[in-house]
């Protein structure tokens, strides 16, 4: 499948969003609002549960699935309040050792004057640097569309996985072919220049993992066995990590991204 391909299938309005993968894989899951400051914005799903007997807390990017969905979780564009419910329930994490799982979806964060008064930027901004410092083990997985700060501002993990029809990138082949072309005709010239892919980033080792993409025509029997790979991929992964001293997680993590981009 060509770049772009990929892109635009990321964004198909059938495919499962944040809340179905939470649903599969979390049991127990309770759900909580509010960045105690101004909101609580619904892009935005977070809360505490349990992967197999492991208590955790989730965070996810939420598009919706339908067009009256889509609405009340702002197709998946998160505003300031969203990041800082996220940072929220990440310092809860650390606090009582739970790990964190981040399911990321988004075309980027919202872009809305509103937003930027209420302090966009810095809120994505202290994401990266909470989570580039959180002492607990946090495991990011693209699940859809990883557009900009939006999904960069979730994906300072430990373990960065994407589903094999995911894309992440600092920009959608749109814009930056808008920008560099003056012309979004040239989208598809830009996904591939972008190198936004799964196996392109696997292959540049800025992300450790692929996974198959959950298909809503599946039945239940194939469910059931993607299910149970997804889980103990994820089990042994936060069993390895929690193992490490906290601060010898943190120190990995630095490790890690310093490596990103060295010729």
């Not at 649903?23 to 759900?31: A, S």
């Not at 940072?87 to 739970?98: D, I, P, S, T, Y």
Request: neutral net charge.
């Amino acid at each position: 499948m060509e770049a772009y391909d990929i892109v635009k299938n990321s964004r198909n309005a059938d495919r499962w969003c944040a809340s179905d993968y939470i649903k599969l894989l979390i049991t127990d899951f309770l759900e909580l609002h509010g960045d105690r400051k101004y909101g609580d914005d619904k892009a935005v799903i977070a809360g505490i549960g349990k992967l197999l007997d492991r208590p955790i807390t989730v965070i996810g990017i939420e598009k919706g699935n339908d067009i009256v969905s889509r609405l009340e979780h702002n197709f998946g564009s998160a505003h300031p309040e969203g990041y800082r419910k996220a940072m929220r329930l990440m310092k809860e994490a650390e606090k009582f050792g739970r790990p964190v799982l981040c399911l990321i979806d988004t075309a980027g964060a919202y872009a809305g004057v509103d937003a930027e008064e209420r302090g966009q930027g810095q809120a994505i901004a202290e994401s990266l640097m909470l989570m580039s410092s959180l002492r607990t083990p946090v495991i990011s997985i693209i699940i859809g569309e990883g557009g900009s700060g939006g999904a960069l501002a979730l994906a300072v993990s430990d373990r960065l996985y994407m589903l094999d029809d995911a894309y992440f990138s600092v920009v959608s082949p749109e814009n930056c072919a808008t920008i560099l072309w003056k012309n979004n005709k040239y989208a598809d010239k830009a996904a591939d220049a972008l190198k936004l892919t799964a196996v392109d980033l696997k292959e540049r080792e800025i992300i450790d993992d692929v996974f198959k993409t959950a298909s809503s025509a599946w039945d239940e029997k194939t469910i059931n066995i993607y299910k149970e790979k997804l889980l103990t991929k994820l089990d042994k992964e936060y069993e390895s990590l929690a193992k490490m001293p906290a601060l010898d997680l943190v120190d990995m993590r630095y490790k890690k991204y310093r490596r990103i981009g060295r010729v």
